[in-house]
């Protein structure tokens, strides 16, 4: 059972048959027109109520406020803790984490009027979401976003590439590395079912797999887990 929210309806998403059962997403809908909640606001910490505090528009703040408190929730009903009490940190490419290693790893993403928050207990977690909604330039974006294996590989039509972006970025950020710098040095490419083939050159990414997840009508949605046993493992192969 979710926990409780005081506002926003929450369900679990069924996943993929492959993806690991220490992986759970859940996805919040939000409406962004309603004044930003006392209940929520209670949750956060200083630092979080001073990032949010600096939106300008008022569904940004929500979406913001809202997901930070969704995600406290969460964490807090898994680790039998206050939400109030957790303590966040982040790594040197600003990808968040619990300040005390609890053994859950997380990730959250969100657009429109949706949230996605990941939640893993085998390995690194990565999720984005996007909508549908947008008029793209493929061809000069997909030089930019995609390798060339991927170009190749028929990225033609808007949905193609939000399709394909939004699992780049969920791997990138399961990896915890910048986005923009590592664009080109990984590729995604249609697998079996809702898997993605992942290519890459770097052995520290090894055990990274990514799939296409359900989203609501008009947003694309992908997971990515790092099971970080595979990059010991190779490494004990190595020596």
């Not at 956060?44 to 940004?60: G, I």
């Not at 429109?112 to 330039?137: K, N, P, Y």
Request: proline share 6%; glycine share 6%; with cysteine.
């Amino acid at each position: 059972m979710p926990p409780s929210y005081p506002m926003y309806p929450m369900q679990r998403l069924p996943l993929p048959e492959t993806v690991p059962s220490s992986v759970e997403v859940w996805l919040l809908k939000m409406n962004l027109q309603t004044p930003v909640s006392d209940s929520d606001l209670v949750l956060l910490s200083e630092d979080e109520l001073a990032y949010t505090s600096r939106f300008r528009r008022h569904e940004d703040q929500v979406r913001s406020v809202v997901t930070r408190a969704a995600l406290r929730r969460i964490l807090g009903s898994r680790l039998e803790l206050p939400p109030d009490t957790l303590r966040f940190i982040a790594n040197h490419h600003g990808k968040p984490c619990l300040r005390d290693d609890a053994g859950i790893e997380f990730n959250v993403s969100h657009a429109g009027c949706f949230a996605l928050i990941a939640l893993s207990t085998g390995g690194q977690v990565g999720v984005d979401i996007e909508s549908r909604d947008h008029e793209i330039d493929v061809k000069s974006l997909g030089a930019y976003v995609f390798s060339p294996l991927e170009r190749k590989s028929g990225l033609k039509t808007d949905e193609d590439f939000i399709k394909h972006w939004v699992a780049k970025e969920s791997v990138l950020k399961a990896l915890g590395e910048g986005i923009s710098e590592h664009l080109q040095a990984i590729s995604i490419l249609p697998g079996e079912g809702e898997c993605y083939r992942i290519e890459h050159e770097c052995p520290e990414w090894s055990g990274i797999k990514a799939w296409s997840i359900k989203a609501p009508d008009g947003y694309a949605a992908a997971l990515a887990v790092k099971d970080d046993a595979a990059f010991s493992a190779l490494k004990t192969f190595q020596s």
